[in-house]
Structure formats: structure tokens, C-alpha cells
């Protein structure tokens, strides 16, 4: 499985990007795609996660993007979205997708399988 990011870049504060996550390879039918984010000194953050699968994907948030970010995905296109709304430079980071294989939503980096190269978002005050 093989992940590419991509849509970050330098924004000023109360400015919005979008995120790009596409996935390709054996995937499987059902799976979750989460985002994740890295500042420079801190741990890796969970940021939001959506299921893959024939119904209606569930969507998962992070208290401190909840309102700002959306999630949302193109199955035919194997390619999940992240709108960022309103950043601050608090966002600042580089952001992560990567793909838990099953159903279950995950919320800690251990929990995921294949990991995308990261795409740097830079949000200045």
C-alpha cells in the first residue's frame, strides 16, 4: 500500500488548504484513513479519521479541530480529503495520512498500518 499527501503550504491565519491523501495498492474493501500531525518538539497528534467502506464512511475529530476541519473521501479516486478551516498557527505542522486495515477507528499511530510521506502546513500569525 502506498500513500501520497500532498495540498499543504504556507497560509496566514484564518486561512483554509486543503489536504490530499491518495492510496493505492491492496487497500481492501474496508479500512480507515486517518490524518495525523507532527509540530516540531511535540508527539505525533491524531487529527481526524474516516472509515472506508461500502456504507457511509463515520468520520472521527480531534477536540481541537472539530467545527474547522473536514474530512471526506473520493472511493472511486482511493483518495481521502482533509479541509482545513480557520487555521491557526497553533496547525502548524506537517501532516500525516496513513490507513488502519479493519473497521475500528484508531486514534494512536501504533494503531495504523501503511503511513504516507507527510505534507508541511505552515501557518503564519
Known amino acids: 500500500v502506498q500513500l501520497q499527501a500532498s495540498g499543504g503550504g504556507l497560509v496566514q491565519a484564518g486561512g483554509s488548504l486543503r489536504l490530499s491523501c491518495a492510496a493505492s495498492?491492496?487497500?481492501?474493501?474496508?479500512?480507515?484513513m486517518g490524518w495525523f500531525r507532527q509540530a516540531p518538539g511535540k508527539d505525533q497528534e491524531f487529527v481526524a479519521a474516516?472509515?472506508?467502506?461500502?456504507?457511509?464512511?463515520?468520520?472521527y475529530y480531534t477536540d481541537s479541530v472539530k467545527g474547522r476541519f473536514t474530512i471526506s473521501r473520493d472511493n472511486d479516486k482511493n483518495t481521502v480529503y482533509l479541509q482545513t478551516n480557520s487555521l491557526s498557527p497553533e496547525d502548524t505542522a506537517v501532516y500525516y495520512c496513513?490507513?488502519?486495515?479493519?473497521?475500528?477507528?484508531?486514534?494512536?499511530?501504533?494503531?495504523?498500518?501503511?503511513w504516507g510521506q507527510g505534507t508541511q502546513v505552515t501557518v503564519s500569525s
Open positions: 496513513a490507513i488502519r486495515r479493519g473497521r475500528d477507528a484508531g486514534r494512536l499511530p501504533d494503531e495504523y498500518d501503511f
Open positions: 495498492g491492496r487497500t481492501g474493501s474496508e479500512y480507515i
Open positions: 474516516i472509515t472506508i467502506s461500502w456504507k457511509v464512511g463515520s468520520t
